[in-house]
């Protein structure tokens, strides 16, 4: 298994209080992703990196904010929580272009009351 | 936009049954094609990545197909076992970044 960490992998908050979650891997990959997933949507991209400080949104990417300050760390970064929020979050890594397996963590469940 | 398509939605068969899921996808320029594994309450797990270039890859029971020209892929499973029981899901890159795009997956259920 890719080495990918997510941190915390449960989470129960309440609306409006900020909320960060951290994604790290041990692979040395290029790219990082953070994908929600919920029922009837599927998994929808949040936002993206291609390398340190380079980072990109994705087609969910309102009220969220990522950091990427080092190789090894992704954060994802709620500033203010909502109940439309509540999903299940879950990182992913990918070591290049096109024709490169994109490995997943095993998610974090953050409940937003 | 890209647009990703599975059907059926769910599908249950006996154990031993040979078995097709389908995906589809509406821009044919892709680099390539991924099939995942998820089970409840887990992550997801690659199956099978298919590139552009290639018409299908071979993994134990499972094969997969692609035709990009007219945006479908197939996962085949052979002999079917109650172990398979999971969401499949299919995922394409399109474009710069290396993005997925996801369908809704298909819930398949083996029973003895």
């Known amino acids: 298994d890719a080495g990918i960490t997510q941190s915390p992998r449960h989470k129960v908050t309440e609306t409006g209080t900020p909320v960060t979650l951290r994604c790290h891997q041990t692979e040395n990959h290029r790219y990082m992703y953070w994908y929600r997933q919920d029922p009837g949507h599927g998994l929808r991209l949040i936002h993206y990196?291609?390398?340190?400080?380079?980072?990109d949104k994705g087609e969910v990417s309102d009220g969220y904010s990522v950091s990427r300050s080092k190789t090894e760390d992704f954060l994802l970064t709620l500033e203010s929580a909502t109940s439309s929020q509540t999903s299940v979050y879950f990182c992913?890594?990918?070591?290049?272009?096109?024709?490169?397996?994109?490995?997943f963590g095993e998610g974090s469940w953050l409940t937003v009351v | 936009k890209q647009e990703v398509t599975q059907i059926p939605a769910a599908l249950s068969v006996p154990e031993g049954e040979n078995l097709v899921l389908n995906c589809s996808f509406t821009d044919s320029a892709i680099y390539n094609l991924q099939w995942f594994r998820q089970d409840p309450g887990k992550g997801l797990t690659s199956l099978l990545l298919i590139q552009s270039s290639q018409r299908e890859q071979t993994s134990g029971r499972l094969n997969a197909s692609l035709d990009k020209s007219s945006g479908r892929s197939t996962l085949y499973i052979a002999a079917s076992q109650p172990g398979d029981s999971a969401t499949y899901l299919c995922a394409v890159i399109t474009g710069g970044g290396n993005k997925l795009t996801f369908g809704t997956g298909t819930q398949l259920k083996v029973e003895l």
């Open positions: 992913a890594i990918s070591d290049g272009q096109g024709g490169n397996t994109i490995y």
């Open positions: 990196s291609y390398g340190v400080k380079d980072t």
